[in-house]
């Protein structure tokens, strides 16, 4: 599905995604990643949901945004408890939200955040 056209900017944009990728500013993407206004991340070593470790989640912090994106693939599923509950508490205590949702809506969420200007990484489990 393509989101939009919109003209070629610095500022990394999803421009579509489908079963399995995801398009940034027309380039597109099959593995797990990481999305943020000024550059991408596209060596995020997280395979899929049930390999996701409170390391990985956590590493994410040191991105210094105001909100994590976690796409987890083609369907909204949550991270294991034992790895959600020590990181949402890192998060908060850092005051950073971390949002779980499908990669599709992680894609709109992201877009809609990143032109408002706020400080959003897009973090999906993809493949």
């Known amino acids: 599905m393509k989101l939009h056209a919109a003209p070629q900017t610095a ?21 797990s990643m990481v999305v943020l206004p000024e550059r991408i991340l596209d060596d995020w070593d997280v395979r899929s949901l ?12 040191a991105l210094d945004r105001e909100v994590i994106l976690l796409g987890t693939g083609q369907r909204l599923r949550f991270p294991p408890a034992h790895v959600m509950r020590p990181a949402m ?31 959003v990484a897009a973090a999906l489990l993809l493949g």
């Open 50 to 61: 049930d390999t996701l470790t409170v390391a990985q989640l956590e590493a994410l912090l």
């Open 89 to 119: 508490a890192r998060f908060s205590a850092a005051g950073v939200g971390l949002e779980v949702m499908d990669v599709q809506a992680a894609c709109r969420t992201y877009n809609i955040l990143v032109a408002e200007e706020r400080k």
């Open 11 to 31: 500022i990394n944009t999803f421009s579509g995604y489908g079963e399995g990728y995801v398009a940034v500013n027309g380039n597109r993407y099959t593995k």
